[in-house]
Nanobody, 121 residues
Framework: QVQLVESGGGLVQPGGSLRLSCAAS????????MGWYRQAPGKQRELVAL???????NYADSVKGRFTISRDNAKNTMYLQMNSLKPEDTAVYYC???????????????WGQGTQVTVSS
């Protein structure tokens, strides 16, 4: 029903920048929330940034002031601009979308396949 494809990951030196993109396709109306999560080796997946349908945006404390989430509705694409990257930002970054599905409109989570971000000198 929903396909999410991330791009833009790679290797960057500490202090550098990357911009991740997430292209959404399929049934993407009535989106409740879109955002980015990440998972480092041996750790649980954690929220990075989230945009609610109301427009409210939430960032993890660890990325506030460094990362910026945005959406281009015309292109059905979401972005994560990451500046001042640190080695601890190294993780697989996942695109996330939540929307109601079916007659009962049950809130359902959709995930991309992930893109690797490595911050290292």
């Amino acid at each position: 029903q929903v396909q999410l494809v991330e791009s833009g990951g790679g290797l960057v030196q500490p202090g550098g920048s990357l911009r991740l993109s997430c292209a959404a396709s399929g049934t993407i109306s009535s989106i409740n929330a879109m955002g980015w999560y990440r998972q480092a080796p041996g750790k649980q997946r954690e929220l990075v940034a989230l945009i609610q349908s109301s427009g409210w945006i939430n960032y993890a404390d660890s990325v506030k002031g460094r990362f910026t989430i945005s959406r281009d509705n015309a292109k059905n694409t979401m972005y994560l601009q990451m500046n001042s990257l640190k080695p601890e930002d190294t993780a697989v970054y996942y695109c996330y979308l939540q929307r109601p599905v079916g007659i009962l409109r049950i809130m359902t989570d959709f995930w991309g396949q992930g893109t690797q971000v490595t911050v290292s000198s």
